[in-house]
């Protein structure tokens, strides 16, 4: 197996649990773009059986590399849209961090944060909490909110609350995270917040234009229950 192309972790009749490499899209972002995870799974899987219907779950950023669920038929996609709306979908991931002046002094941060003076643990994690909104050039990138102010209806939320990161160990300068619910760039967005960018961001803390080694994000576990049986599942690689 290689790191550079996709390639199958564990499959079944319901699901399939997905590699996917840096640098390439989970779904299109336009109608009519081709080359991402979606476009490769289901050409592998209609290759096997033409009348399949295949659904991603969740999604990863072009530059993030790990696992990622399919669906492989509507049953399964209704029980794992349920699953996820109940927080009872769990991804870790694990990323390689760097040290930055207080995210507060980038255009579009708020305060940092506070959190616990504790190491964190899987048991007692460090929690960055907030809404997200879009920001900068065609809204390509989020920040933070921790107030609603007057732009509310630009606001997301989860389920009306804030969206959750949890830092569940810290090893050196790598990180392990933990999410239940995740919006778009959260682990990213949050580190970056909290003075600790990944390293090889292209965004965060500010977009570079630079042609630097694939970002150091990689999801690295899948906790779900299995829609045939009812047992919980886990699949897991190797941290950073």
Partial sequence: MTDNAPYIIEETNDFAVVFKPPRMHSAPLAKKEGGTLLDWFKAR?????PQISVHLMH?????????VLFAKNMKSFEFFKELQD??????EYSAVCTVAPNAS???GFPPLPALAAHAPSPENPLIIESYFRPFGPG????????EEGKKSKEIAKDNGGFYRTEITGINGNVFSLRLKRGFRHQIR???????????????????SESDAPPMSLRAC?????DPSTGKQLEY????F
């Fill in 45 to 49: 899987e209609q290759a096997l059986s």
């Fill in 59 to 67: 999604r990863l950023d072009f530059d993030t590399h790990g696992l």
């Fill in 86 to 91: 109940k927080g009872g979908f769990v991804k």
């Fill in 105 to 107: 002094s980038v255009p």
């Fill in 139 to 146: 809204r390509k990138l989020v920040r933070p909110v921790i």
């Fill in 189 to 207: 967005c949050h580190l970056c917040w909290i003075g600790h960018p990944i390293l090889n961001d292209p965004l965060y803390p500010q977009p």
């Fill in 221 to 225: 576990s899948l906790s779900f229950v």
């Fill in 236 to 239: 897991r690689i190797d941290k």
